[in-house]
C-alpha cells in the first residue's frame, strides 16, 4: 500500500514522460466499504498496479479490465456490488456497492496541467462527467486562480466549475460525484476528484521522543520538519524522513511561512525555547499549534509571555491544544506520539475523536449544498 502522494508523484511521472498505463478511481461508494471516493490505483502497462482502491478484494479484477482500458482506449465505469456472502467469503472489506471509473493515462494538455499540479503541490479539483457515452470527453482541473479543459456543455462546465471552487474554500471537503442537469436538461454524474497538499508537521524540539512522533507523522503523509538548534540531536541519522533545520529561536523569523496546512507541535523541553516557539507559531497561519506538558505549564508560559507585553487574540488562542493529544492514556513517547497525531487527524478531519461504537456512522464527508447547481 502507498500514500496518496506517492500515487500522485507516480501519475506525474507518467503524464510527463508518456508512459502508458491506467488510472482507476473509486467515483462511488452506497453503504459501507474500505475506500472512499477519490481512492486510486495505477496499472502500468506490465500489468502491475500500485495505491488499492478497496480492502484488497477488488484490486485484481480492476487490473485485468485495467489491461483491456489500455488495450481499447476506451474508459469504463465498473460496478462492484459488495453484499456481505461476498465479503466474508473473501474475508475482506466492507459490504456495500462501489463504481470504479477505469481510465486510460492520457497526454493531453489538461492532463500535463495536472501532473504540474501534483508536482507544484496546488490546492485542485479534477471534475469528470461519469455518463458512458462522455467519460471521453476532457477532464475539467479547476485550480484557486484557473480553470483548464473545456467542455462543449457550457452550462454543465459552469456548474461543475461553481461546485469546484465551492469545494476548494473549504478544506475538508471530500471527493464525491453529483448529479448535475446539462444544457439538453438530462441528468449527468460529475465526479468531483478533490485533492489537497500534503499537510506540513513541524516539530519543534529533537528530543527523544520526538523521534517517533516524526516517524508517525512521515508515515501518515505529513511533511515532517524537525527544528531545534542543537546539530548532535537534530540529525537525519535520528530523523531520516524529515527535514532537519538547526535554527534557534532568533532564526524563527526566518523560517518559511506557515499556511493553513501547517501542524505545529512545540516540545522542546526548554522553557524559553517553548514561549519563543509558542509566540511564533501562534502568530502565525497554522491553525494548529499543539504544547507538550501539563496544563500548568501552558498557563505559566502565557503568564510569562504576557508580562513581557505579548498578549494573543482570541482567535489565536482558539488554535492552541495544551495539554496535547487524545486521552488514550499514553505513558510511552510512542504512545505519546500516537496520542498526538490521533488528535492532529481528528482536528484535520473536523471529527471528535472517542470510540466509533458510539457513533451512527464511521464517515461523516464533508458534503457542499448543491442547490442551484442541478
Sequence with gaps: MQSKQNITERLSTMIKTNQKGVLASVVSVQGSAYKREGAKMIVGADGDYHGMVSGGCLESDVSAIAVQVEETGIPMIKKYELNEELVWGLGLGCPGTVEILIEPVSFSAEWKHLADAYVNAEEMVVCKVLQTKETCSPLLLVTNSDVFGDWTDEILQKKAVSIAHQKLSQQASASESICLKAKNGEEVFVFFDVHFPAPQLVIFGAGDDAIPLANLGAMLGFQTTVIDPRPAFNTKERFPFAEILIAGTEQYENLSVFDSRSYIVIMNHQFERDTNALTFAL??????????????????????????????????????????????????????????????????????????KE?????????????GHR
Design 359 to 371: 457513533q451512527s456512522f464511521i464517515h461523516q464527508k464533508s458534503r457542499i449544498p448543491i442547490n
Design 283 to 356: 502568530q502565525s497561519a497554522a491553525l494548529y499549534v499543539g504544547v507538550l506538558g501539563p496544563r500548568s505549564r501552558r498557563e505559566k508560559m502565557i503568564a510569562h509571555l504576557q508580562n513581557q507585553g505579548i498578549v494573543f487574540s482570541k482567535e489565536e488562542m482558539k488554535k492552541l491544544f495544551s495539554p496535547i493529544g487524545l486521552d488514550i492514556g499514553a505513558d510511552t513517547s510512542e504512545e505519546i506520539g500516537l496520542s498526538i497525531m490521533a488528535e492532529i487527524i481528528a482536528f484535520r478531519n473536523r471529527h471528535q475523536g472517542g470510540f466509533l
